[in-house]
T-cell receptor, first 114, second 117 residues
Framework: DQQVKQNSPSLSVQEGRISILNCDYT??????FLWYKKYPAEGPTFLIS?????DKNEDGRFTVFLNKSAKHLSLHIVPSQPGDSAVYFC?????????????FGTGTRLKVLA | KAGVTQTPRYLIKTRGQQVTLSCSPI?????VSWYQQTPGQGLQFLFE???????NKGNFPGRFSGRQFSNSRSEMNVSTLELGDSALYLC????????????????FGAGSRLTVL
């Protein structure tokens, strides 16, 4: 049972436009959601997170929105740049008592066209 | 500060063999988590070690095992390899996500890519 889902395996966007990556989840008990970016031959790197008690978090060109009633979150990248081309994973933090355990989606490959 | 170091980066094995992968966490960190990345499955949690004790375990068969040493370095072992074990194996340690994040942020190594023939 996939508790975190990214239904779009790929997305292409023109440079300078907005990229919107989506993620759905099933468990209302998650405390945090995180977005990671992964380039080929590298490990995932942390991008931005959002607490389950918030509906928006912003960091530079990256904004994450959380819709708890729909169990949906999205990552907006504005403006998109060619260097943003990577695979993006959303993840839920299901850690308890200080342990570290994420549940990841299957990823969305973003291609920003110059 | 040094990041998370994984060795080897690439390896090829045949079915039935076993493999050991190594991870050195960020200096001073006692928690090491392991994840498996396969196409179409994303990253799946294998296990987490803290101060030489397995603290959490994912839904993987007993062929997958791990351990952690007193210097926090960790190894994972996969015995009786199957074709489906071909994957990128990632380890991670907790790190500071910055002032804008209250989440448990993990820093990942570059991974060990295992191919089983």
């Amino acid at each position: 049972d996939q508790q975190v889902k990214q239904n779009s395996p790929s997305l292409s966007v023109q440079e300078g436009r907005i990229s919107i990556l989506n993620c759905d989840y099933t468990n209302s008990m998650f405390d945090y959601f995180l977005w990671y970016k992964k380039y080929p031959a590298e490990g995932p790197t942390f991008l931005i997170s959002i607490s389950s008690i918030k509906d928006k978090n912003e960091d530079g060109r990256f904004t994450v929105f959380l819709n708890k009633s729909a169990k949906h979150l999205s990552l907006h990248i504005v403006p998109s740049q060619p260097g943003d081309s990577a695979v993006y994973f959303c993840a839920s933090d299901s850690s308890t008592s200080g342990t570290y355990k994420y549940i990841f989606g299957t990823g969305t490959r973003l291609k920003v066209l110059a | 500060k040094a990041g998370v170091t994984q060795t080897p980066r690439y390896l090829i094995k045949t079915r039935g063999q076993q493999v050991t992968l190594s991870c050195s966490p960020i200096s001073g960190h006692r928690s090491v988590s392991w994840y498996q990345q396969t196409p179409g499955q994303g990253l799946q949690f294998l296990f987490e070690y803290f101060s030489e004790t397995q603290r959490n375990k994912g839904n993987f068969p007993g062929r997958f095992s791990g351990r952690q040493f007193s210097n926090s370095r960790s190894e994972m072992n996969v015995s009786t390899l199957e074709l489906g074990d071909s994957a990128l194996y990632l380890c991670a340690t907790p790190s500071d996500g910055g002032p804008n994040s209250g989440a448990n942020v993990l820093t990942f190594g570059a991974g060990s890519r295992l191919t089983v023939l």
